[in-house]
């Protein structure tokens, strides 16, 4: 276990023999088979702050930790609440990029879920709910603890303060012992835990920072009350540390101690388990901090998972240790709070028992607010607690260091928010502009189904022309849900749609492809070897394939959110779901398959004509891929400052694209079907006739150029039809008009 936060121990190393006779002893006086069972316990010291290791050491206790977890060291460990289900959360800790554990919680940490309730109802049912996630209970509650005031209770006027402190803030309570009896003040806060919760007892103090109260009461740390908010915190740690702030950010635990017993301070602000540390001194009462608003923490025991010890035995040593007759033992012995459920005291031998023992704590405890700092945290898309533990305390160092206000509001804006969440104007353009271009690829594909038989595009299957528009409708569309809100069901529904969506432009494409390829490679287009209908069939059942095997790891897979960046920079999310490599390597090996084929029927159609032309619409696939990964590439990397106009161009710029993807498939064609529909009789063309109808113009100047000889055609069949209107050779005329259209020097040909 750790040695006791804030620790002011003046005797390290007889404070560990004292608690490792004590546990063992009450070991040995059992009558069942843990009396022959003896613990070995290892104390592992507190951290405190040093801005020269290069990290927090929050991060580098969590790293001790696993490692010991992970290497076996312990079976058994004493765990406060930071160390409980810190990387569990709708979004998933970054802590994997660090010690290759993806959820240490569940790989490391013995499920108690199987207990029966008789067990665990004595325990306040807070604590257990507190280490309960998803049908798992991963500790046992060992003892509590919180923050007081200890101060010397002879000073009638330091005294008349301390009795009416429930009425105050920090703010009033400061002012009254600086200003009014200029008493001297020291906080210790060289520790990172500490200088958190002592801004969040602060802010408790003078705003009521509770869903019950505000449902969005974390806005205050970022709204425009946040720069009262902070800005009075500082000047309150610049009152009382008489403007050395410096001095103060590296007072520890022990410093404080000794400069109250040495009257150089008015209170002394630790945890009332220090409270036996007082005992050589006289006159020390404690109380709870201003407005009863008190920092609550939580120590727990977990089994190891990985431990080769018997669970069974484990269990039953775990559950002997927070039993309620060992933890009234401790109490008694080491002076540690127990976890009862303090509301059933009438009811309770063993809570009555520990009130006669300690009647000042138990009072307390009936009028505490207590502060749990996860809770404070607890936002719908907030950031993982090791994350929050890890950063935090830093920039609220850095901000009492330099009064870089907008820096913090920053960070704790991050904790609480997206950098999707907001988007303003251009979150409303963005939709407004998906539904334009969405309009104009919808208008599209009624275009190509109404001129389906006109020989240009029947050319290049209508059918699965208008599944390919389909599909970039659908990237148009897939953007857009990289905004909020986001659940585990959409992700594993987005997960299908992206599917689904690479399949109607791929595949599709292929057959394209395929049928052109059989135009060139035949004498006749009707082959026997592959009609158009068994061809919709085959793609069908390419597609379905597909879209079976991504259901099937959307609904047996994990799907899980974690966090591309942090709360310093920006947070952006990103999906995923278990053994993802392994299953998206799979599927693109099946898509490279089809991918290489389509290469070679590029490759071996462009042989067969002269024209870019005749396959530029197959490079509707590459644009797309170039396009996704410069959005998806972009949308991560993009300055937050600019990241909303960012979004907003990149849904310009993905729906441009994907629009001019549809004009090289079916633009061109459906733009001159358009102009000559009035001049070409459809039924007049066979399916021997196709092959002159596959290229396509190469450059605008040629484009503009075919459609005014268009024009001019125009003119000339009418100009013929007037001449021969009274003769009876409207099939020469037929013929000639023909001829001009689509002969070999036709102005088809660029």
């Known amino acids: 276990m750790r040695i006791p936060e804030n620790s002011v121990i003046s005797d390290i ?50 790293m001790s930790s696993i490692y010991y977890l992970d290497e076996k060291y312990f079976d058994i460990m004493i765990l406060d609440e930071r160390f409980i289900m810190y990387d569990i959360g709708f979004f998933e800790s970054y802590i994997y990029n660090y010690f290759n554990i993806k959820r240490p919680s569940y790989e490391l940490l013995f499920d ?21 996630y998803d049908n798992h209970i991963f500790a046992l509650p060992y003892e509590i603890d919180y923050n007081v005031l200890y101060y010397y209770n002879q000073d009638e006027n330091l005294k008349k303060i301390m009795e009416n402190i429930e009425s105050l803030n920090w703010d009033e309570m400061i002012s009254s012992i600086k200003d009014d009896l200029s008493y001297p003040i020291n906080i210790p806060l060289g520790n990172d835990y500490s200088i958190l919760n002592l801004l969040l007892e602060y802010t408790n103090s003078r705003y009521n920072i509770t869903k019950e109260f505000d449902p969005n009461y974390f806005q205050l740390f970022y709204n425009y009350t946040s720069y009262e908010l902070f800005d009075g915190f500082y000047n309150m740690i610049m009152k009382y540390s008489d403007e050395n702030i410096y001095d103060s950010l590296l007072t520890f635990p022990g410093d404080g101690f000794y400069s109250f017993i040495n009257r ?101 405890l009936s009028k505490i607010h207590r502060l749990y700092t996860k809770d404070v945290f607890k936002t719908k898309y907030r950031a993982s607690f090791f994350e929050i533990v890890d950063l935090v305390p830093s920039n609220i160092r850095n901000f009492l260091y330099e009064y870089l206000i907008d820096n913090l509001i920053f960070v704790f804006r991050n904790c609480d928010r997206l950098i999707t969440n907001d988007l303003g104007v251009y979150g409303i353009l963005s939709y407004i502009f998906t539904g334009i271009f969405i309009c104009i690829a919808t208008v599209v594909m009624y275009l190509v189904h109404k001129h389906r038989k006109h020989p240009y595009l029947k050319v290049v299957s209508p059918k699965f022309c208008n599944l390919i528009v389909i599909g970039c409708i659908m990237n148009i569309i897939r953007i857009m849900f990289i905004l909020p809100p986001y659940s585990i069901v959409r992700a594993r529904i987005e997960n299908i749609f992206n599917t689904i969506c690479t399949n109607l432009i791929y595949i599709p494409m292929f057959s ?56 310093e920079s920006s947070r952006f999310p990103i999906w995923g779901f278990d053994n993802e490599e392994l299953l998206t390597n799979i599927y ?46 972009l949308i991560v990397l993009m300055s937050y400052e600019y990241w909303d106009l960012g979004f907003f161009l990149l849904i310009l710029y993905n729906g441009v694209c994907c629009l001019f993807c549809i004009y090289m498939l079916v633009g061109s064609r459906l733009l001159f079907i358009l102009i000559t529909q009035d001049d070409i009789d459809v039924s007049k063309y066979k399916s021997e006739d196709l092959k002159e109808f596959i290229p396509l113009k190469r450059t605008i100047n040629k484009y503009l150029s075919l459609i005014k000889k268009v024009k001019n055609v125009r003119s000339y069949i009418s100009s013929k039809t007037n001449i021969r209107s009274t003769s009876n050779n409207n099939n020469s005329s037929s013929d000639v008009s023909r001829e001009n259209l689509y002969g070999k020097e036709s102005l088809f040909k660029y």
């Not at 060139?520 to 069939?537: E, R």
């Not at 790891?553 to 974690?562: K, Q, V």
């Not at 071996?604 to 797309?624: E, M």
């Open 13 to 62: 190393e007889e404070w560990k023999n004292n608690y490792y006779v004590t546990i063992n002893s009450y070991f040995a006086n059992k009558e069942n088979e843990l009396s022959e069972i003896e613990l070995n316990c290892f104390f592992e010291e507190n951290e405190q702050y040093n801005d020269s290791i290069g990290y927090s050491t929050y991060y580098y206790d969590v």
């Open 112 to 132: 108690f879920s199987s207990l029966e309730k008789e067990y665990l109802d004595f325990f306040d049912p807070k604590l257990i709910k507190d280490v309960t």
């Open 264 to 364: 150089e301070s008015s209170f002394f602000y630790g945890r009332v388990s220090q409270r036996n540390n007082f005992n050589f001194v006289e006159n020390i009462s404690f109380t709870l901090p201003p407005k009863y608003v008190s920092s609550f923490y939580e120590n727990y025991i977990i089994i190891n998972k990985k431990s080769e010890l018997d669970k069974n035995l484990l269990t039953k040593v775990a559950l002997e240790l927070t039993s309620k007759e060992m933890q009234l033992y401790r109490a008694e012995h080491l002076g540690s709070i127990p976890t009862f459920d303090f509301t059933k005291e009438e009811n309770n031998d063993f809570i009555n028992q520990y009130c006669q023992m300690q009647p000042d704590i138990c009072t307390q």
């Open 512 to 567: 394209v492809a395929y049928r052109i390829y059989r135009i060139y490679k035949s004498k006749s287009f009707l082959s026997q070897s592959l009609s158009n209908n068994k061809l919709v069939l085959l793609v069908f059942i390419i597609i379905m394939i597909s879209i079976i095997y991504h259901s099937a790891i959307s609904i047996f897979c994990r799907f899980y959110y974690e966090i591309y960046g942090d709360i």
């Open 588 to 633: 693109q090996a099946y898509f490279y398959i089809i991918f290489i084929c389509l290469i070679f029927m590029i490759i071996a159609t462009g042989r067969n004509s002269k024209k870019f032309g005749d396959i530029c619409y197959t490079f509707v696939i590459f644009i797309l891929n170039i396009n996704n990964f410069v959005t998806g590439s």
